[in-house]
């Protein structure tokens, strides 16, 4: 469709000009709006279509429903993964943690690997924060002292399975070697339990003459040592005999027993006293 225009000084090439690109425009019903193609929902999955406001990631209730599980049917029929995401919902907020959760399980072979980490091994998984680790060790304490407060002020030998079990929640996940000592009143109840030592990975620094010391300063009339082997076997070295004759000998001399030398491993434990060495 042609269009008149006025002469506002154009020159006639340029009026021209303008007439034949005119000429070349569309009809001016070609400017109605066109819906154009319908263009799928955010539901159908479409590539690069907007979410619709409600749309929520796949984990999004997970630690909810994580929860009301554990208080519903407790923690028997979960997997240790499950627990431990429920531990690490505390130190990290608002993401999917299992996949943390599984990598620091085939990280440390278990829960329990994963508890008795050292925090150099651990902040090395990537992901782990200062307050997952800060997490696990206050479970780790709250662990502890739920064990130790079966065995403190109990005749042990009545109470033996409950404190080889409170040794090996406290010891047998250690990375390095850990002497402690039990000491036993009259009644053989137990009266303290001490760390006495720490050391590398296969041992321990022991002094016999401080042992003895610190079970006249308590009163005590009989010890059980325990150590654990971060190796997991506790098969006795000859160390750990020969330095079990001397802590012998040194309480010995103010009539202090040893009841027994226990060595922790992994899965079983090694008594002295049931193996025929004291």
């Known amino acids: 469709m042609s269009r008149e ?35 799928p929902s955010a539901v159908s999955g479409a590539f690069g ?56 399980l085939s990280t440390f072979g278990d829960l329990n690997g994963v508890i008795a980490a050292s925090e150099t091994r651990l902040m090395a998984v990537a992901g782990v924060t200062p307050k997952v680790w800060y997490q696990l060790r206050l479970f780790e304490a709250i662990s502890h002292r739920m064990a130790r407060a079966r065995v ?11 404190l080889m079990s409170y040794c090996k929640t406290v010891m047998a ?42 079970a006249l300063e308590l009163g005590a009339t009989a010890i059980i040592l325990v150590h654990n082997h971060p190796s997991g076997d506790p098969t006795p070295s000859r160390a750990d005999i020969d330095m079990t004759g001397q802590i012998e000998s040194a309480c ?18 090694a008594s002295f006293r049931s193996l025929g060495l004291i």
């Open 5 to 39: 225009r006025e002469n506002f000084g154009f020159s006639e090439e340029a009026l021209r000009s303008l007439a034949d690109f005119d000429r070349r425009l569309p009809p001016a019903e070609a400017y109605a709006r066109d819906p154009g193609p319908e263009r």
């Open 49 to 104: 279509a907007r979410p619709e406001p409600d749309a929520r990631p796949h984990y999004w209730g997970h630690r909810e429903r994580l929860r009301q599980r554990f208080l519903a049917g407790g923690h028997a029929a979960m997997p240790e993964y499950e627990l431990l995401e429920m531990i690490l919902f505390n130190a990290i907020g608002r993401i999917d943690v299992k996949p943390l959760a599984k990598t620091l």
């Open 152 to 162: 403190m002020r109990r005749e042990v030998i009545g109470s033996w399975e409950a």
């Open 173 to 214: 996940y250690r990375e390095t070697e850990q002497f402690r000592i039990l000491f036993l009143d009259t009644k053989n109840t137990l009266i303290a339990d001490e760390e006495q030592a720490k050391g590398t990975v296969n041992h321990v620094p022991v002094y016999p003459r401080e042992v003895a010391k610190r």
């Open 252 to 269: 010995g001399a103010i009539g202090v027993q040893v009841f027994d030398h226990v060595i922790i491993g992994r899965e079983e434990d």
